[in-house]
């Protein structure tokens, strides 16, 4: 059942450098270029539990990953291809899996824009097909063919995107190989050898007379290593090239999810999370975690979107914040208030142009936002169960917020959480909010009501500020 059902995103980085050797523990200063990967967790006990990041240095001898290690957080969402000066000390562990604890790192030159990378037209991607020295993928090429670029709607990464973006991205490519690498793979290095496989793959497809350097975009299809202890995709972030790695066979029914959520993280979206504050519909906290309980397993997953929805569900698609974040919502369609008023919604997929997502922000703090919209079970969306459908739904954004995850290291980023607007009680998500009902922010004083439908059928919502 579980897929890339990983319990928390983790980013990991990478940084490549020349010509050095390692000696451990030592303090040592390094420049090189940083690279940003999303993974995903594996079920519980996998050794990579929770957000990390990791790095890579290029040795003579290969690569070598290392968890990256801020003792203090690092606040600045740096993505791939920054240059960066770096010191600290290499502290070694087991093989592979030694740990880089950064006691200070400088961004060399002007960093590109950590901003998600926002995309139209037609992407080219580099499909290549790869196998291990001890381990074969039963995908073939037609099933890949399928999944990545041909099969309709929700079937494909393709299909996925011409939906969420409404025709404005799209893929193609070729699909190259099969690959057969030198490495070996097990459960002992599903987690740290990607970009080695990267390298060894693209060196095989060079050889083979591909033009691997002339694509931005790099997908690697790749044998399932262990269902139960390594990741079903990782990616990239940010920087002149793009990776993707997928290590998932099961062509008909979760690659292509797996395809287009990695896909997700290429293009800068984080997991949208879910926020269930028991008997409040949301709690006093600045932020949310720090006051409302999670939703079991389904906490960083749970936010019934794109980026998320697995099998309790089905898949729909992204999240209105995520949907914008992402260039495909137009300005035109959204409007940010800041005090009470009355709208009219249309479905956020529809598509026309009408008022499709109300920007709440916090007068007492910029970075803390409200986002309204509604969702209709139909086209992308027609796998979203009632309770998302009813009424409006609130995603709550923050900026820069920081959590501290495994070993003490704490985490800065950008996260979405759909709140659980119209069931303020235990036991369950209830999102929309009920027609007649408000949600209330009373620590915020805002307030969303869902006033009933017009006569064309739009939802009209009140935002109330102030405790109005
Ligand atoms: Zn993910």
Known sequence: MFILRCGTLFVAAGLFLLGLSLRSPHLTERTGELTVFH?????????????QYVFTTQ???????????????????????????????VVERDKGRSLLRVEDLVVEAGAPNPSAQARRGVEEILVLRVDFANITSSLTEADIQGAVFNNAGLGSLNGYYRLVSQGALTFEGPVEGVFTLTATADTSNCWTDTMAWAKEADALARAAGIEVDAYRWVMYIMPEISTTICPRGTSTEGGPVLRTWIFNENATTTLPHTLWHEVGHNLGLRHARNLDCGFEAIGPGV???????????????????GMNAFSTTGLVGMNAPHKAELGFLDEADQITVTEGGTYLLVPLYDPGPGLKMINISFGDDSNRTYHISRRLARGIDVNLP????????????????????????????TWTWLVNAGGPTPGGMQPAIAEGATFEDPYRRISVTFDGFSQNKMMQVTIGFGGQ
């Open 39 to 51: 993974g995903e967790d594996g079920p519980a006990g996998q050794p990579f539990t929770g957000r």
């Open 59 to 89: 040795e003579a001898d290969g690569f070598t990953s290392y968890d990256l290690h801020f003792p203090e957080g690092y606040r600045t969402r740096l993505p791939s291809g920054t240059q960066v000066s770096l010191r600290g000390t």
């Open 287 to 305: 932020f949310p975690t720090q006051q409302c309980n999670w939703v079991g397993v389904e906490n960083e997953y749970g936010g019934y979107d």
């Open 386 to 413: 009632p309770e998302m459908t009813l009424g409006p739904v609130v995603n709550y954004t923050a900026e820069n917020y920081s959590e501290v995850g495994p070993g003490g290291m704490v985490y800065w980023d």
